[in-house]
């Protein structure tokens, strides 16, 4: 993402300009700024602060959706492998097929010595 090149509080310093222009003199205008632009300006970052809010709920709950989807079938593809291990064993080529890891073939837990005092 791109350095922002504008303070974080630009919002409430428009609003701020907008309430005191509006004291000054509506009509004044800066070259072809007037107080009718900043006021838009306003507005439209008012319209897109709330389509963002909208789109990161709708995000958030999307996410949240995925993660249930992943974990449901990870459950899934634990209880079949817990069953072709219980019906054919660890050490067999049908728990090999669903992405087991015969018994077999696991390489032999090494222990550390235990350290000499």
């Given at each position: 993402m791109s350095k922002r090149m504008f303070p974080p509080d630009v919002l409430e310093q428009a609003r701020s300009v907008q309430e005191g222009w509006g004291q000054i003199d509506e009509n004044l205008a800066f070259g072809s700024l007037n107080l009718g632009e900043?006021?838009?300006?306003?507005?439209?970052?008012?319209?897109?602060?709330?389509?963002?809010?909208?789109?990161?709920?709708?995000?958030?709950?999307?996410?949240?959706?995925?993660?249930?989807?992943?974990?449901?079938?990870?459950d899934k593809v634990k209880q079949v492998r817990a069953g072709i291990k219980a019906s054919f064993g660890d050490?067999?080529?049908?728990?090999?097929?669903?992405?087991?890891?015969?018994?077999?073939?696991?390489?032999?837990?090494?222990?550390?010595?235990?350290?000499?005092?």
């Open positions: 900043l006021v838009t300006g306003i507005s439209q970052i008012r319209s897109v602060e709330n389509n963002v809010e909208r789109l990161e709920k709708q995000l958030t709950e999307m996410r949240n959706q995925r993660d249930s989807l992943y974990q449901a079938t990870w050490d067999s080529t049908q728990y090999e097929m669903i992405g087991g890891t015969r018994v077999s073939d696991r390489k032999p837990v090494r222990r550390a010595p235990a350290p000499v005092q």
